[in-house]
């Protein structure tokens, strides 16, 4: 995340350590040929900073967050030097991982707090609350196992050093999650293989795609030149679905990882524009994925067959699942019915026959508003886990003249 000082050559950037913390934080890099190494370090802080030029002919200015505040402090973009002290200019900063939620210009500062905690949420058909797990928690994804009994929730916590965590949950009695992953890196969209094994992305560190049991024991299934997210995994743990970022004039894609193929996968949906979220279907025979080509996330539904000439499989014509607008699609477990949802948090439902070329009319069942793209249904299709936030989305807060007051 890097931020040109007033030269345009050098430039602040974020530099994260996730195995030694101690040593990330605001270093200044440079354009040149003369430039090796990380550079010279300004602040200790796991998040980013902007440099903006001064508006009353002092020196420029450093804008961070630290500890879950924002701060301004002049910088000698010459000397490459912080000068007096810093100066506080919003406490509860919001932030997701190296993310912190500020932009700023000369004149202009708009930040925002952090976002409410989510509590786990059962619903029914008809949308009626049906039991809550555990309390509330900041919730970055979350699967539903196959029995129904457990969910693996991603954890992360706000204002702090990135990290991010797979605890598990149970989902049949009130109890203390159990901690999966406690490496300093950032684990994220668990997929459930079986009752007590599951597939998951991880970055920084040993990035790449793992395998690992409830109990423990992981194992690497492969990597990739960029990152992967896995979206969808058959019950043999033998076929991947993940999208990546390969080639960006065409953006997201969808790609296929086998045990028995190319090492880093290979292409399955690659089209203009992004392609991603892709589920197969029980059977392995359809992939339902969400396509942003008419402007907005639209639902589609496409066949899978092998495909020899590719030494792989193939998707044939796709079909369009949603109208006006869709994302995040969920198979029920025989195949023969499609949940996805809507931008305003409507659940939809479609039926779709494995045997023609056609699916039914998208019918609303419910409403669940403000939430995220990862949620679970179970196998019959009749209970819907949801990470639910208990209270608004924090408004945008506009400063004016922010530098009004700084210390020459």
């Given at each position: 995340?890097?931020?040109?000082?007033?030269?345009?050559?050098?430039?602040?950037?974020?530099?994260?350590?996730?195995?030694k913390?101690?040593?990330?934080?605001?270093?200044?890099?440079?354009?040149?040929?003369?430039?090796?190494?990380?550079?010279?370090?300004?602040?200790?802080?796991?998040?980013?900073?902007?440099?903006?030029?001064g508006?009353?002919?002092?020196a420029?200015?450093?804008?961070?967050?630290?500890?879950?505040?924002?701060?301004?402090?002049?910088?000698?973009?010459?000397?490459?030097?912080?000068?007096?002290?810093?100066?506080?200019?919003?406490d509860?900063?919001?932030?997701?991982?190296?993310?912190?939620?500020?932009?700023?210009?000369?004149?202009?500062?708009?930040?925002?707090?952090?976002?409410?905690?989510?509590?786990?949420?059962?619903?029914?058909?008809?949308?009626?609350?049906?039991?809550?797990?555990g309390?509330?928690?900041?919730?970055?994804?979350?699967?539903?196992?196959?029995?129904?009994?457990?969910?693996?929730?991603?954890?992360?916590?706000?204002?702090?050093?990135?990290?991010?965590?797979l605890?598990?949950?149970?989902?049949?009695?009130?109890?203390?999650?159990?901690?999966?992953?406690?490496?300093?890196?950032l684990?994220?969209?668990?997929?459930?293989?079986?009752?007590?094994?599951?597939?998951?992305?991880?970055?920084?560190?040993?990035?790449?795609?793992?395998?690992?049991?409830?109990?423990?024991?992981?194992?690497?299934?492969?990597?990739?030149?960029?990152?992967?997210?896995?979206?969808?995994?058959?019950?043999?743990?033998?076929?991947?679905?993940?999208?990546?970022?390969?080639?960006?004039?065409r953006?997201?894609?969808?790609?296929?990882?086998?045990?028995?193929?190319?090492?880093?996968?290979v292409?399955?949906v690659?089209?203009?524009?992004?392609?991603?979220?892709?589920?197969?279907?029980?059977?392995?025979?359809?992939?339902?994925?969400?396509s942003?080509?008419?402007?907005?996330?639209?639902?589609?539904?496409?066949?899978?067959?092998?495909?020899?000439?590719?030494?792989?499989?193939?998707?044939?014509e796709?079909?369009?699942?949603?109208?006006?607008?869709?994302?995040a699609?969920?198979?029920?477990?025989?195949?023969?019915?499609?949940?996805?949802?809507?931008?305003?948090?409507?659940?939809?439902?479609?039926?779709?026959?494995?045997?023609?070329?056609?699916?039914?009319?998208?019918?609303?069942?419910?409403?669940?508003?403000?939430?995220?793209?990862?949620?679970?249904?179970?196998k019959?299709?009749?209970?819907?886990?949801?990470?639910?936030?208990?209270?608004?989305?924090?408004?945008?807060?506009?400063?004016?003249?922010?530098?009004?007051?700084?210390?020459?």
């Amino acid at each position: 995340m890097p931020s040109f000082l007033s030269d345009g050559r050098r430039f602040i950037y974020l530099r994260i350590v996730r195995s030694k913390p101690e040593q990330s934080g605001i270093y200044v890099g440079d354009l040149g040929p003369e430039s090796a190494g990380p550079g010279k370090r300004l602040i200790a802080t796991g998040f980013p900073a902007r440099y903006v030029p001064g508006t009353d002919e002092g020196a420029g200015v450093i804008v961070f967050a630290q500890d879950g505040a924002l701060f301004a402090q002049r910088f000698d973009d010459v000397q490459l030097t912080l000068t007096g002290e810093p100066r506080r200019l919003a406490d509860r900063i919001g932030s997701y991982l190296d993310w912190a939620y500020f932009a700023v210009s000369p004149t202009t500062l708009v930040y925002r707090a952090p976002e409410p905690p989510s509590q786990l949420t059962w619903f029914d058909r008809q949308g009626r609350d049906v039991g809550h797990i555990g309390s509330p928690e900041h919730v970055a994804g979350l699967a539903v196992s196959p029995d129904g009994a457990h969910a693996i929730v991603a954890k992360h916590a706000p204002q702090s050093v990135a990290d991010q965590d797979l605890w598990l949950f149970d989902l049949t009695r009130q109890a203390n999650p159990q901690r999966l992953t406690s490496a300093p890196t950032l684990e994220f969209w668990p997929l459930w293989v079986t009752n007590d094994r599951f597939v998951y992305g991880l970055g920084g560190g040993d990035a790449g795609v793992y395998q690992q049991t409830i109990s423990g024991d992981r194992q690497l299934l492969f990597t990739t030149d960029e990152v992967a997210f896995p979206t969808s995994v058959t019950g043999d743990g033998r076929v991947v679905l993940f999208t990546t970022f390969r080639d960006p004039a065409r953006g997201l894609d969808v790609w296929v990882w086998t045990a028995e193929g190319s090492k880093g996968g290979v292409p399955l949906v690659t089209r203009e524009f992004h392609q991603t979220q892709a589920q197969l279907s029980p059977n392995g025979r359809r992939v339902a994925y969400v396509s942003n080509e008419s402007g907005r996330n639209e639902v589609f539904v496409a066949d899978v067959r092998t495909d020899p000439a590719i030494g792989g499989v193939s998707v044939g014509e796709r079909l369009p699942i949603s109208e006006g607008g869709g994302f995040a699609p969920r198979w029920r477990g025989d195949g023969r019915e499609l949940f996805y949802l809507t931008f305003d948090g409507t659940v939809m439902a479609v039926e779709v026959d494995e045997g023609t070329s056609s699916a039914g009319t998208p019918r609303k069942l419910f409403n669940v508003p403000g939430v995220m793209q990862e949620w679970g249904v179970t196998k019959d299709g009749s209970r819907f886990l949801f990470a639910v936030p208990v209270g608004p989305t924090p408004p945008l807060t506009i400063v004016r003249d922010w530098q009004t007051g700084l210390p020459k």
